[in-house]
Each structure stands twice: as structure tokens, then as C-alpha cells.
């Protein structure tokens, strides 16, 4: 007799478990929710990943220009360096030139 009451106690069980299946659809839905928001946030983390390798790519060129710029400033101020010993060394010239003239 104990058997057909176990039966029906396990038959209870089932359905109130059963029952209780019908309550996962919202939590599909918010699984669901949830998907579409790591799939938006995926599309944003490339997005900032584009920026960000646009922004290193434009760093590095000005790093490059900078440099270019520098060798140019150097080659400058070598250039007037030089210019300047030609000039010192001219008006050293001339200055002996007017000594010579004046001494005589």
C-alpha cells in the first residue's frame, strides 16, 4: 500500500516542478537581454580598440615628424655655426688689413 502512495507523492513532485519550468522564460528574457548587451559592448570595445590604435599610429607620426624637425634644427645650427667662424674669420682679415694700412 505504500507504494502506490509514493506514486502519487513522486506524480506531486513532478508537476509542482513542472509548474515551476514555466517561470524560466523570464529568465530567457533577460539572458537574452543580457546577449544583446555583451554583444553591444563587444562592438564598442573594437570601436575604442579602432581609436585607440588610430591615436598610437597618429603618435607615432608626430614622433617621427619631431625628430625629422630636430635633424633639420640641427643641420641649422651647424650651417650657422659655420657661417658665423666665415664671418669672424673675415672681419679678423679685415681688421688686420686696416692695422697693416694704418701701421705703414
Do not use: H, W, Y
Not at 570595445?45 to 625629422?68: E, F, H, I, P, R
Request: overall charge positive; aromatic content about 0%.
Amino acid at each position: 500500500m505504500k507504494t502506490p502512495v509514493i506514486v502519487k507523492i513522486a506524480a506531486l513532485a513532478a508537476l509542482t516542478g513542472l509548474a515551476g519550468c514555466t517561470d524560466l522564460k523570464p529568465l530567457q528574457a533577460q539572458v537574452d537581454t543580457l546577449k544583446s548587451q555583451v554583444s553591444s559592448i563587444g562592438s564598442q570595445v573594437a570601436a575604442a580598440k579602432s581609436a585607440a590604435d588610430s591615436a598610437g599610429s597618429a603618435a607615432a607620426a608626430a614622433a617621427s615628424a619631431a625628430n625629422s624637425a630636430q635633424s633639420t634644427a640641427n643641420q641649422a645650427l651647424a650651417a650657422a655655426q659655420a657661417s658665423q667662424s666665415c664671418c669672424d674669420a673675415t672681419n679678423e682679415k679685415i681688421d688686420r688689413m686696416f692695422k697693416r694700412t694704418i701701421s705703414k
